[in-house]
């Protein structure tokens, strides 16, 4: 019953919420993701054991993000968004880039030769007997894999396999953001259906359903930002969109019931009920597993006062020790004989600044979030990828590890690093625009 009042409470957050202008700004898509967390822990997660006080954490830091987000648009003073037309010489040059797309074309390419070299490290297999070994054989490697990615329960991720990561973190900021465009070109949609091809084929390998979710989030995200950036929200209320994603849904949801056959050993599935019933701490775990460490392991926590929640953004760098990874919990019971682990969110949050702190870094989250929302749709470049990262980052605060494992954080800063060789490109191709105009003008009037 508990969940169902949270879950009505940001329904209605989300249906009165109206601020940036725009019925898209990350704060939306903050409430969206919690309302639906919360709709699914109302309709499967009534077996597990929840915390008042982690329930009353959670609707007070969801609540205060949107605080933060509303106060950036209230005392903040901002200039006009400029027409989308304004981005019209960045947009052309990023489609028209050819060394971006033969960078993206040798990417894809290069992720067959990752993954042979990969498999035979992890378990000597390779890809051709992986794929045409029949079903028997791929599921065996699959559940093989599976085994040897967490042996001695450390994570024993080849370095061909996290480069693979970086690629299908770093391709779909591109593709997707290009597919967004109103005169799209022949050969985004062949990068378009390379890239969806070898993140199934990645996530069958490592039999990791994260590997095939986070470069369709990305994706979807960076699509989803170009049609805000270029006036072409449109786009996003077409029957065929609405109709497309919910078959991505759909489909993801059936890719994940085979990769949990594959590794419970159902190769005729014959025990799909069962395999469900294993999955459903997947879906609404989260939350009873952060009520069982709140309330077993939290007061034994010395606060980290940030180091958690920037060692998943710097450790990557060197700059602090450990990734954000490191500091994966083990499995807790959550009652039905199931176990989960605390990934969402506020574990990094609580074990960073306790209750009250959590709710003021909320706030602060909220107002970037917005901000990155507002720079973005005002001066473009490498603004575009900080709010790709904001939009999901929120899609992922349920389950903070997925997107801030190492090699996706890398991928992230490449494609930062190359939009602003693309933003240095246009400015000066937009100038030498504006010199030819006014030289035209200037000859026309002496004439």
Request: aromatic content about 16%.
């Amino acid at each position: 019953m508990t969940n169902f009042f949270v879950c009505l409470l940001f329904a209605v957050t989300f249906a009165l919420l109206m601020v940036g202008h725009h019925r898209g700004s990350p704060v939306r898509v903050w409430i969206a993701m919690w309302t639906i967390a919360w709709a699914i822990n109302a309709a499967i997660g009534g077996v597990f054991y929840f915390s008042s006080d982690v329930v009353l954490i959670i609707v007070i830091g969801v609540q205060s993000y949107v605080f933060g987000a509303v106060l950036f648009w209230n005392t903040i003073s901002l200039r006009p968004i400029p027409p989308a037309g304004h981005m019209q010489a960045f947009t052309h040059h990023l489609q028209h880039a050819t060394w971006l797309t033969t960078l993206l074309v040798i990417m894809l390419a290069s992720i067959l030769v990752l993954l042979e070299m990969g498999l035979r490290k992890l378990s000597g297999s390779s890809l051709v007997s992986f794929l045409f070994g029949g079903r028997s054989q791929m599921f065996a490697v699959m559940k093989a894999n599976q085994a040897a990615l967490y042996l001695n329960n450390g994570f024993n991720f080849p370095s061909e396999f996290k480069l693979i990561t970086l690629i299908l973190t770093f391709v779909p900021v591109f593709v997707c953001f290009r597919m967004s465009f109103a005169n799209r070109v022949r050969s985004d949609y062949i990068t378009l259906l390379a890239l969806i091809i070898l993140s199934i084929l990645f996530s069958a390998v490592g039999s990791v359903r994260s590997l095939l979710l986070v470069p369709l989030v990305v994706g979807f995200f960076s699509f989803y930002v170009g049609c805000i950036l270029n006036d072409r929200t449109h786009i996003l209320r077409r029957k065929r969109t609405i109709f497309g994603v919910i078959a991505l849904v759909c489909g993801f949801g059936f890719w994940v019931i085979i990769v949990q056959s594959a590794r419970m050993g159902d190769l005729q599935f014959e025990r799909v009920g069962a395999t469900l019933e294993h999955m459903r701490p997947w879906f609404a775990g989260y939350v009873p597993a952060l009520s069982v460490w709140f309330e077993n392991f939290y007061p034994y926590t010395d606060h980290t006062w940030g180091m958690s929640f920037f060692r998943a953004i710097f450790g990557p760098l060197g700059l602090v020790s450990g990734e954000g990874f490191s500091d994966r919990i083990d499995a807790v019971g959550i009652g039905n004989w199931q176990t989960s682990n605390a990934m969402t969110i506020f574990r990094i949050f609580l074990q960073d600044f306790g209750p009250l702190g959590t709710s003021i870094f909320c706030i602060l989250l909220g107002f970037f979030g917005e901000l990155s929302y507002y720079r973005a749709r005002r001066s473009g470049g490498v603004w575009i990828v900080f709010l790709i990262v904001v939009y999901c980052s929120v899609f992922f605060s349920i389950n903070f590890w997925f997107f801030f494992y190492g090699a996706r954080v890398f991928g992230m800063i490449l494609a930062l690093f190359v939009m602003i060789i693309i933003t240095i490109q246009a400015r000066r191709t937009y100038r030498r625009q504006q010199r030819h105009m006014r030289l035209e003008l200037n000859n026309s009037g002496t004439i």
